[in-house]
């Protein structure tokens, strides 16, 4: 009897300490360019992290190499604690990462459904492309996203940034992503559909799927990551609990390339200058 | 045909927010009323869910026959003439085809004429040489001209995959690797059988030239191959309507539909019609009556649908086919309007690159034999300057050079029209040198109305 909350605890750990996803010691360089240097970094299932760093801090190559689109030189990525080989997009996917990239990676010339089952075409019977059923699925889950979206028979093009945004995030949690990658999800957003991303994030996180969130906007991880990941010149200057930190310690960091403790209060004072 | 389905998948769909077609704005006018016209028919054009650039081609090319039927006094317009016009279109037509997928995907294929040469000239070989003197199968064989347009075809595809694996896999420049095929493939024809004139070609062969009297269908195909094409029309539209029916989306109107088929299988009857008004012109009559030992007098023979043509038909439906209804398609597109979505989304973009020469390959390789019946003989220059009328004919065709845009049904159109203008002139008896002048400007001026168009619906 005495034994059973013990035993609970520990399962319970295990079950979160298993991380859905590890990248350990990844490095990647450009001709003589280290832009990833043995970083390590994990992400638990239904956890959102946070990857800060200024531009060319490495966020967005090291996330590459994840979503199949840049393989590492060198270092291990494990997936429920086996490790694994990703050497494309299509790799990547079946092994239920998916990626919304902050240029959305659209094809601007053929309409939401088609963009929507891009490499996954549904078929009928005979073969050829099932274009009823791949609309209609895309209408429920964008329908779903985002209410005002009604032009599913024109080229992406014509669509503004929110209506494209939703493609590409519907997309991206309709194939049961486990792992789902965000890089600049909110960047070219209005404070609505801004909002809107919100939610869809805290529904998925909800629903047990990990989270890596890129973004400049240290509101925005500070609003929805659990914990954050801070990236400067290649190099991970650390990873902290969101509740541990303020937002100028995470500034510190981004900036200055010093963890928490190492911070003195005149330092953090000059951040405002 | 294709152009009629209404279920326009490719991306010149209606409403599209592309701007009107060069047809579009020559004739769009500027006066309050007329503006309210031109609105109202952009209106009804999406509401009948059609694509109004290539509705706009085929006013256009009805524009260019009445035009050369009035000046030629009405000899352009006999069915003699669009038999000869439909039968010298075939290969640039089938060859555009392939164009498309290749410009849409943003590579280029110059070597098209030359490819279309060397297998032209070795489906000559293949019956005249290979076949016949040295493996002595007897000649005017049911299985020799098969295997000499397999020849042609394996040869075509052949060459295809060796350019496309340059370009998707090496990665050297579409334009260089084809520069390369078209001096390349060109010169080793003259180093078969030194270059001679191979003829005559085998009687089987002959058929797919469209030569007269063997290579048209008679009356009765004629008239067969209209009543399945309607069929085929009427089964695709209502089909289609009842699954969008069924997922509850937007269906056109009734009355949209019905127009729909009614101006389809109209112009598939029409067509056939006018190829049954065609008789067979009075010495190769003397010969058939000759030949049956009946009476030439009063005998009418109506020709027919032209095998070439029909083998057309066949081609544009597969590539339309392949184009709009399979993920190869689906991935050309995509691959031509953001080369990056297509990688990051999981296509296997070489392979589809690869997929793309190869078709254009086995495409210029039925060209090349369906141009060696016509000549009824192997000769190096088939296809000579060949690509620039295949690539002209696909860009008249709405093919966009930005990549991600053009249609199989606008290819197969843009190659009537060119040919169409040729024969025009011709028959008007316009010289040549006015005629290549006439057909170069109207290329530029046609691309460049579209890209004006375009510029200002953005």
């Known amino acids: 009897m005495s034994i059973s909350p013990n035993s609970e605890t520990v399962a319970a750990s295990a079950v979160t300490d298993t991380p859905l996803v590890e990248l350990r010691d990844i490095c ?41 689109a840049h393989p590492a030189d060198s270092g291990q990525i494990l997936i429920n604690g086996r490790p694994v080989t990703i050497l494309n997009p299509r790799g990547a996917k ?53 209410p005002n979206f009604h032009n599913f028979k024109v080229p992406v093009m014509s669509l503004s940034g929110g209506q494209r ?30 909002a809107q991303v919100r939610e869809v994030i805290k529904q998925l996180k909800s629903e047990g799927i990990g989270i890596f969130l890129i973004s400049h906007d240290i509101h925005d991880v500070f609003d929805l990551a659990d914990r954050i990941s801070v990236m400067l010149h290649g190099k991970l200057v ?29 330092e953090l004072a000059e951040l405002h200058g | 045909m294709t152009q009629v389905s209404g279920e326009v998948q490719t991306p010149s769909s209606p409403g599209s927010g592309r701007g009107p077609t060069p047809i579009e704005r020559l004739v769009r006018p500027v006066t309050g009323s007329a503006a309210a016209g031109y609105r109202a028919l952009r209106l009804g054009a999406r509401t009948m869910e059609i694509d109004l650039r290539l509705a706009g081609m085929v006013v256009f090319l009805i524009f260019i026959w009445l035009g050369f039927g009035y000046a030629s006094n009405g000899l352009f317009l006999t069915p003699r003439n669009f038999y000869d016009v439909s039968v010298q279109s075939v290969s640039v037509a089938i060859m ?9 995907s943003r590579n280029i294929d110059l070597s098209v004429g030359s490819i279309m040469g060397l297998t032209g000239y070795m489906a000559a070989m293949t019956q005249r040489v290979w076949l016949t003197e040295n493996l002595h199968l007897a000649y005017g064989g049911f299985e020799i001209w098969i295997i000499a347009v397999l020849v042609a075809v394996v040869v075509g595809a052949i060459i295809g995959a060796i350019h496309g694996g340059l370009v998707a896999y090496v990665g050297i420049p579409a334009f260089i690797v084809t520069l390369g095929g078209l001096l390349a493939w060109r010169g080793l024809i003259f180093k078969l059988q030194q270059g001679q004139t191979i003829a005559p070609m085998d009687k089987n062969f002959s058929i797919l030239g469209g030569g007269l009297p063997q290579g048209a269908i008679g009356f009765w195909p004629t008239w067969i191959v209209g009543i399945v094409l309607c069929i085929g029309i009427v089964y695709a539209l209502i089909t289609s309507r009842r699954k969008r029916r069924s997922y509850g989306f937007p269906i056109r ?43 030439a007098d009063g005998l009418v023979i109506p020709v027919g649908l032209a095998a070439p043509v029909l083998l057309l038909l066949g081609i544009g439906l597969v590539m339309g086919f392949l184009t709009t209804r399979r993920p190869f398609g689906r991935y050309v597109f995509a691959i031509g309007g953001n080369p990056d979505a297509a990688t990051l989304a999981g296509i296997n973009t070489k392979r589809t690159i690869l997929g793309t020469f190869v078709l254009m390959g086995i495409l210029c390789g039925l060209a090349g034999a369906i141009q060696t019946a016509r000549l009824d003989a192997g000769v190096t220059s088939t296809g000579t300057s060949y690509e620039l009328l295949v690539i002209a004919a696909a860009v008249i065709g709405g093919t966009s050079f930005a990549g991600g845009i053009g249609t199989i049904q606008g290819a197969i159109i843009g190659a009537v029209i060119m040919q169409s203008l040729k024969s025009g002139m011709v028959t008007v008896g316009l010289d040549s040198p006015l005629q290549d002048v006439a057909i170069g400007s109207f290329l530029v001026f046609a691309v460049g109305l579209d890209t004006v168009a375009q510029r200002r619906a953005k």
């Open chain 1, 28 to 68: 990647v360089s450009f001709g003589g360019v280290h832009a990833v240097q043995d970083v390590t970094v994990n992400l638990r299932p239904g956890e959102v992290v946070g990857l800060v760093g200024g531009n060319g801090a490495g966020k967005t190559t090291l996330i590459r190499t994840l979503s199949g």
């Open chain 1, 94 to 146: 079946a092994l239920g990462v998916e990626t919304i990239y902050q240029n959305l990676a659209l094809a601007e010339n053929v309409d939401a459904a088609a963009n929507f089952f891009l490499g996954r075409e549904l078929k009928s019977r005979l073969g050829s492309l099932d274009d009823a059923a791949m609309e209609s699925a895309t209408r429920r889950v964008i329908g779903r996203l985002n």
């Open chain 1, 165 to 194: 945004q939703s493609i590409a995030i519907g997309r991206a949690i309709h194939f049961d992503a486990r792992i789902l990658i965000m890089d600049e999800p909110t960047a070219a957003l209005g404070p609505a559909e801004t």
């Open chain 1, 238 to 266: 650390g990873t902290v609990n969101k509740a541990d930190v303020t937002t100028d310690e995470v500034l510190a960091m981004i900036i200055m390339g010093k963890m928490p403790g190492e911070v003195t209060q005149r």
């Open chain 2, 96 to 104: 555009a085809t392939g164009m498309v997928l290749i410009i849409v």
């Open chain 2, 253 to 295: 109107p009734q009355w949209a539909l019905i127009s729909l088929i009614v101006g389809g299988c109209a112009t598939v009857l029409g067509a056939m019609f006018v190829y049954n008004n065609y008789p067979l012109p009075p010495l190769l009559t003397q010969q058939f009556a000759a030949d049956h030992h009946i009476s």
